[in-house]
């Protein structure tokens, strides 16, 4: 979900980039390139959500993805937001009880990401998606 006025920006400023630079530099796109790319938003799909990473990195968060700043939450995954927390607080009571601190201490950051990141989502979900399409391949006839 992005703010159209700034997908209409950025879409300009690309037309723009690419008629200020040579057009044999833009080759086209091999299918085993465009399988590796299509791969690349398949591997990004998550319990609750999608990861945003870019394109060919790896996860720097060993997949811990409610703390991760790259995780966004599927507002119709809330509920399951409501689940997890739940399951944290128990484990949190549990914590306490054992005096286990570093645990407690965890959890605790965990709870935070949670509910920043619930808080996140719902905003989102008040606002309208801009339907960006799905990009498709170019051919070398239509280049000419």
């Known amino acids: 979900m992005f703010n ?5 920006h950025y879409q300009g ?9 040579p057009a044999d530099e833009y080759r086209p796109v091999t299918d085993t390139e465009w399988r590796g ?4 938003f398949d591997h990004r799909k998550v319990e609750l959500g999608g ?3 870019p394109y060919r990195t790896p996860c720097q968060h060993e997949h811990a993805c409610l703390r991760c700043p790259m995780l966004n939450i599927n507002p119709k995954m809330l509920p399951r937001l409501d689940e997890i927390e739940t399951d944290l607080l128990a484990r949190r009571a549990r914590a306490e009880q054992e005096g286990w601190l570093g645990e407690i201490e965890g959890i605790d950051l965990t709870l935070t990401f949670l509910r920043e990141k619930r808080e996140e989502s719902q905003r989102l979900a008040r606002i309208a998606p801009v339907n960006l399409g799905m990009p498709g391949l170019r051919s070398a006839e239509s280049d000419r």
Do not use: G, I, S
């Open 13 to 21: 400023f690309l037309d723009r980039r690419r008629q200020a630079r």
């Open 51 to 53: 990861c945003a990473r």
């Open 4 to 8: 159209e006025d700034v997908v209409r």
């Open 37 to 40: 790319f299509e791969e690349h």
